[in-house]
C-alpha cells in the first residue's frame, strides 16, 4: 500500500486546513486510517482514526475541532482542521496497516 499525503501548509490561529491522502490498493474500502502528527521532540500521537464502516475516532485534544472521512470512490481520506492551535503545529502522517504516508507539515502561528 501507498500513501500519498497532502494539504498542509502555514495557517494564523483560528484558521482551517483540510489534508487529504490517497491510498493505492483495490481494497481500500477495508482499511482503517490513521492520521497521527509529530511536534519536535515529540513522540509520534495518534489524532484520528476511521473504520472501513466510517467510524471516527479522536484524539481528545482534537476532538470537536478535528473530522475525518474518507472517500471510497477516490481511495481517499480527508481530515478537516478547525479552530487551529499554535499546539497543533505538526508534521501530520496518514498510515493504514504497517504503512505511512511521506507526512505534510503543518503550522499554526499565533
Known amino acids: 500500500v501507498q500513501l500519498q499525503a497532502s494539504g498542509g501548509g502555514l495557517v494564523q490561529a483560528g484558521g482551517s486546513l483540510r489534508l487529504s491522502c490517497v491510498a493505492s490498493g483495490q481494497l481500500f474500502r477495508t482499511y482503517v486510517m490513521d492520521w497521527y502528527r509529530q511536534a519536535p521532540g515529540k513522540q509520534r500521537e495518534l489524532v484520528a482514526t476511521?473504520?472501513?464502516?466510517?467510524?471516527?475516532n479522536y484524539a481528545d485534544s482534537v476532538k470537536g475541532r478535528f473530522t475525518l472521512s474518507r472517500d471510497n470512490a477516490k481511495s481517499t481520506v480527508y481530515l478537516q482542521m478547525d479552530s487551529l492551535r499554535p499546539e497543533d503545529t505538526a508534521i501530520y502522517y496518514c498510515?493504514?496497516?504497517?504503512?505511512w504516508g511521506q507526512g505534510t507539515q503543518v503550522t499554526v502561528s499565533s
Open positions: 476511521i473504520t472501513s464502516g466510517k467510524i471516527t
Open positions: 498510515h493504514t496497516m504497517g504503512h
